[in-house]
């Protein structure tokens, strides 16, 4: 994930659906923080707005224009993990 003025920064998505996603695993995020997030396995970065935190969890809406969120909207059920498998990383 890239956030302006703060850099990057790695985290565990936890959740993920075509309207957001959930990360633990990096600093906390600030309601209203904007930035963009990459996930393996999605050739384009996700624009997103933090709309919470809590207990380490931060979780983001995406701001995905009509032609980004037409390409992303299938992606979440390719890429849902299995119940045992490691969390997906997001850069």
Same mark, same amino acid.
């Given at each position: 994930?890239?956030? @302006?003025?703060?850099?990057?920064?790695s985290a565990r998505v936890t959740d993920l659906s075509a309207g957001g996603a959930s990360l633990c695993g990096a600093k906390t995020l600030l309601p209203g923080v904007t930035?963009? *997030?990459?996930?393996?396995?999605?050739?384009?970065? *996700?624009?997103?707005?933090? %709309?919470?935190?809590? %207990?380490?969890?931060? %979780? =983001?809406?995406?701001? *995905?224009? !009509? !032609? !980004?969120? !037409?390409?992303?909207?299938? /992606?979440?059920?390719? =890429?849902? /993990?299995?119940?045992?498998? $490691?969390?997906?990383? $997001? @850069?």
């Open positions: 994930m890239s956030i @302006a003025g703060q850099g990057t920064a930035g963009t *997030l990459q996930i393996d396995g999605v050739s384009f970065p *996700l624009p997103f707005v933090v %709309h919470g935190a809590d %207990h380490g969890v931060s %979780h =983001l809406g995406f701001r *995905l224009d !009509a !032609a !980004a969120a !037409a390409a992303f909207e299938p /992606l979440p059920e390719r =890429l849902a /993990l299995p119940e045992r498998s $490691a969390p997906r990383r $997001a @850069a």
